[in-house]
């Protein structure tokens, strides 16, 4: 995947997240590292930066606070899974 690809990937999950046209969110904690997971039209995405990265966290409760002060999204709307 080239580095456009990696972009269009952050810039669709951003818009996704803006217009709350996902169908699920979920964080998955795995050892000590946090991922945010979107699920739309049938398939599942991790949230990455735009260059691709998988963006990390240490706590869940920061991507439910960044969730809610970036796109308004209700922290009881996120579900958090263990590995």
Request: net charge negative; charged share 30%; aromatic share 10%.
């Given at each position: 995947?080239?580095?456009?690809?990696?972009?269009?990937?952050?810039?669709?999950?951003?818009?996704?997240?803006e217009k709350k046209s996902y169908s699920k969110?979920?964080?998955?904690?795995?050892?000590?590292r946090c991922y945010l997971l979107i699920?739309?039209?049938?398939?599942?995405h991790i949230y990455t930066d735009n260059n691709g990265k998988r963006k990390e966290y240490r706590h869940a409760w920061q991507i439910r606070e960044w969730l809610q002060e970036k796109f308004g999204i209700d922290a009881n709307e996120i579900q958090v899974e263990k590995i």
């Open positions: 995947m080239n580095k456009t690809n990696k972009s269009d990937e952050y810039h669709l999950m951003h818009d996704v997240l969110l979920l964080i998955k904690r795995f050892e000590h699920y739309n039209e049938n398939s599942a």
